[in-house]
């Protein structure tokens, strides 16, 4: 498969403008945008690992910065945005509305692949997008601060954290059972919150592929 070319891509949510790296490979039926936690931006090298393994099975992927520079400057020094999920929710909506809008991608199936915190934000994303989003996976995520709306998500969720993150797993498993679609939890042994381990997050990247693939493609054959 030909590689997709990177395109920086620069969007409006709400009353701020965020940039994002857009990747279509040719013939994509399917989009997923990367929500991004906890300090991190597009330029994450675990989620860009991540992205190419999508992207080597034909979907196309928006990593986008959720947090403007200035933004992401305060949350360095105070860490406090990272864990406003409301906020994240709402930049996570802003850039899939730009997709839908934007020509090249209008009529991709959107999924969501959140990380950390981000995946809170994806999953409050996909609770106010139900008929927008088909799917969605958390890497080491925090989902169980999205609690209150976990039963509103239509989306068939995977939910994959490290063996040996023992406080995320109980998180994760708080989460799980307030889903109520099509939902896995994964647990990769001996990886730790970072999957830094050797082959951690080949799993991660395997899993993810594998669940977007399925549920994507289900609804985009529908």
């Known amino acids: 498969m030909k590689d997709a070319v990177e395109r920086i891509v620069r969007l409006k949510s709400g009353s701020v403008t965020l940039e994002g790296a857009l990747r279509i490979p040719p ?51 105070t860490a406090r945005l990272r864990f406003d999920i409301h906020l994240l929710a709402e930049r996570v909506m802003g850039a899939t509305d730009w997709l839908l809008e934007n020509a090249e991608t209008a009529h991709l199936r959107t999924g969501y692949f959140g990380a950390s915190t981000g995946a809170a934000a994806a999953l409050a994303a996909a609770a106010e997008r139900p008929d927008t989003v088909g799917a969605v996976v958390s890497r080491g995520g925090r989902p169980d601060l999205a609690l ?8 068939p969720t995977l939910l ?39 082959g951690a997050l080949e799993q991660v990247a395997r899993l993810a592929r594998e669940w977007f693939v399925v549920h994507l493609s289900a609804l985009t054959n529908a």
Do not use: C, W
């Not at 994509?28 to 906890?38: K, Y």
């Not at 860009?48 to 020094?77: F, P």
């Open 148 to 155: 209150p709306v976990l039963n509103r998500v239509r989306a």
């Open 160 to 198: 994959i954290v490290g063996g040996r993150d023992l406080p995320v797993i109980d998180m994760n498993r708080e989460a799980l059972e307030q889903l109520h679609v099509a939902k896995r939890l994964e647990i990769v042994p001996g990886a730790t919150h970072l999957f830094e381990e050797p």
């Open 27 to 77: 013939g994509a039926a399917s989009i997923v945008l990367f929500a991004h936690g906890s300090g991190s931006s597009r330029h994450s090298p675990r989620n860009r690992y991540v992205a190419q393994s999508l992207e080597e099975a034909g979907l196309a992927t928006l990593l986008i910065d959720l947090l403007t520079a200035a933004e992401k400057r305060e949350d360095d020094r």
